[in-house]
DNA sequence: ACAAACAATATGAAATTTCATATAGTTTCG
DNA sequence: CGAAACTATATGAAATTTCATATTGTTTGT
């Protein structure tokens, strides 16, 4: 018996508790998100963007002149506010909006060459930074998480599709 | 240029591009915590909470009394948030404040009979649907995510206590 | 060609979140 | 003991987010 203390409660700041969360899958996922992502989205703020403008950052970097509702989806932002949060980058002179020519209704995103130059400062930071946490789980199950992660989105986006 | 198609882009709603976004796994986390709570939050919107408020929930299901810093710790939610979402909660009869007799600045959260019902109700439907997203994954490499998502906090809780 | 249905983005207004800091209680140590 | 340092929670004010819906443009069916 290693712990079978008395005490009210652990002192180990999480308040390690057996219980249903500390297995329960939805928790793992946000939790193990939001960890991971911490320091790296510390750097962020330094470079001076929140979260979602880097996402977008990233995005445009992947594939410029995305759709502002491809971007939501892909920045993991509702559409409202991704309209904001384009706005203010716009104001920022980090990219630009131009309406499609082929479909009036869409508006097009593209970086400008400040906010290339931004993205292509990020972009590598966070590929090291992966490059560490990775490192972080040799020998652990890290080899097996990226492809487990890839298996189900796969299979929420199938179950998404099969129910319109 | 590495983009040498002539399309202007796919039209499968995620903009599936190879690029830097797709693999990496903080957006790969961040994805799918989203995509695979998305229907069990609706459910729990449905039954009058938010996400927020639900995690606190069950994390008093699992500990009763915890302290407002350690709801907010397990809860994924900065502390003066957290204080305005146990203040609602409270104005809500879902549980109560008492402020720990042992140190008087600390403040304890109870679930009320009210809170406990609801917590009685919504655990359950979060293990079963738990247990549906298992079994989609099933043969897939769903039974390595959990353990390799533990893993990972761990290695990062690790991490964390040796940086103070 | 027209109306209805649909799709993409924008926007107002209320609610929430954030950030910095205030407040209150506790521990440390000279 | 008493002051300084620290810890836990609360709160004001600005900024952001959400929700519902408006606006604008496109497609479909007749």
Chains 1, 2 share one sequence.
């Not at 057996?18 to 320091?39: E, H, I, T």
């Not at 002149?65 to 409202?80: D, P």
């Not at 203010?88 to 309406?99: A, F, K, T, Y």
Request: aromatic letters at 4%.
């Amino acid at each position: 018996m290693t712990q079978q203390s008395t005490k009210t409660e652990r002192e180990d700041g999480t308040g390690q508790v057996p219980g249903f969360v500390s297995d329960y899958l939805l928790y793992l996922l946000a939790a193990a998100s939001d960890a991971a992502s911490a320091q790296f989205h510390a750097k962020v703020r330094k470079a001076g963007l929140r979260v979602p403008e880097w996402r977008v950052l990233a995005c445009l970097a992947d594939t410029d002149g995305a759709m502002i509702t491809q971007l939501a989806k892909r920045a993991l932002a509702e559409q409202s506010r991704l309209t904001r949060i384009i706005a203010q980058m716009e104001d920022r002179g980090l990219l630009v909006r131009r309406s499609d020519p082929a479909d009036g209704r869409r508006v097009r995103v593209y970086l400008t060459d400040s906010g290339r130059a931004l993205a292509a400062e990020l972009v590598p930071q966070a590929q090291k930074h992966e490059a560490a946490l990775m490192e972080m789980l040799h020998g652990n199950r890290g080899a097996q998480l990226k492809p487990a992660l890839k298996s189900l989105l796969a299979a929420l986006e199938t179950q998404e599709d099969r129910q319109g």
